[in-house]
């Protein structure tokens, strides 16, 4: 046998998971090292390399709200089972007391309920979105330090055996299954750290030097502080069972613009697929784009409020336009903002020739 004594390269990525990580990357902005997690866990999976006898992944996600946790988990589902609705939402923050946890699990025989209450974590709950391609649960405990000492404790064995013995003893299997769990913990910390260097809620001058780039040892700052409130806030025993903790920083300048311009083309895409028999297109200045940035976005709640802004702004009075026939199919309509009147002004520009836009 030769010896050719040629390298090898473990850092290249399989046709799916290159597909996986191409997707990820359009639909979640800023958070490399998580879509980079979720990629090689994906990949592993698909080699056959998963430990047998536990979930795919057990990932925690640390960080502020507004900073893409909850997001990059429904684009894991949409880039692979095709609906952010595969994702099996549980909300901690409704389970704070041991006797709620019969939502999950159902009520035991016996019990009053037995028979009406349908237990969220059900092996058919797990596998309702499989795909003929991709048979993977996507299972989410949201704000997962608002639970009960019971939930946490339930999720040992999901976390470590794969496995949930609901109320009536049969057996539920996670073995198929991402787990995801989400919290805030630490933000506050992170928040006085960067304060007032980040996004839209810093000086121009600020923004200008940031530009959402973060000083030399502030990222790594910002790991430990999310680590040490998760290990304050946790026992050994659960925080052994993850497999990554991740943890979101906040979002600077470069990627809210980046944010805003998917929001846009997302806009764009309901108008042509909602009413295609109304289809127009409009645009924004750089002054429209800069006052949705300053009224949807600011460090403490980094880019959660900014679709609600959009609606506000934008899809409510554009469709105002349309239901007035102001803006009519073929419409080319321009948004701007106008400083005087402090607000987003509409006018349009011109009109195209049907067809041309999609």
């Known amino acids: ?64 709200t507004g900073t893409g946790k909850t997001r990059l988990v429904e684009a894991t589902a949409e880039s692979l089972a095709g609906d952010a609705k595969a994702v099996i939402k549980i909300d901690c923050a409704e389970f ?41 649960s996507f299972v989410l405990f949201d704000e997962i330090e608002k639970a009960s000492d019971a939930l946490w404790n339930l999720m040992l064995g999901i976390l470590d055996k794969a496995t949930l013995t609901l109320g009536d003893n049969s057996k539920v299997d996670f073995s198929n299954c991402i787990i995801f769990m989400t919290s805030n913990l630490g933000a506050a910390e992170m928040e006085a750290l960067l304060r007032p260097k980040m996004g839209f809620a810093a000086s121009e001058i600020e923004r200008q030097n940031q530009l959402g780039r973060l000083e030399p040892g502030v990222a790594e700052k910002i790991v430990d502080i999310g680590v040490a409130a998760a290990r304050r ?73 900014l679709k609600r802004t959009i609606e506000r702004a934008l899809v409510h009075p554009l469709s105002s336009l349309l239901a007035s026939d102001q803006v009519r199919a073929g419409d080319i309509v321009r948004v701007d903002y106008h400083s005087e009147l402090k607000r987003i002004v509409f006018a349009k520009e011109g009109t195209m020739v049907l067809g041309a836009a999609a």
């Open 1 to 64: 046998m030769m010896n050719t004594n040629e390298y090898l390269n473990p850092m290249m990525m399989g046709a799916e998971a290159e597909a996986l990580h191409s997707s990820l990357n359009q639909r979640v902005v800023g958070q490399d090292d998580a879509i980079a997690q979720i990629v090689d866990i994906y990949q592993t999976y698909l080699a056959g390399m998963a430990s047998p006898g536990r979930p795919i992944g057990n990932l925690l996600f640390l960080g502020p």
């Open 96 to 136: 704070q007391h041991s006797h709620e946890i019969a939502k999950l699990i159902g009520s035991p025989p016996g019990y009053l309920g037995h028979r009406e209450t349908r237990p969220a974590l059900s092996q058919q709950a797990l596998e309702e979105h499989y795909t003929g391609k991709v048979k993977i």
């Open 233 to 305: 806030k946790f026992t050994p025993e659960f925080m052994n069972r993850i497999d990554k903790v991740l943890v979101f920083r906040p979002l600077g300048d470069t990627e809210l613009r980046r944010i805003l311009d998917i929001e846009l083309k997302l806009l764009q895409n309901r108008i042509q697929t909602v009413s295609p028999e109304r289809l127009f297109v409009f645009s924004l200045t750089q002054s429209a784009k800069d006052y949705l940035l300053r009224e949807g976005t600011d460090l403490k709640y980094g880019a959660r409020k």
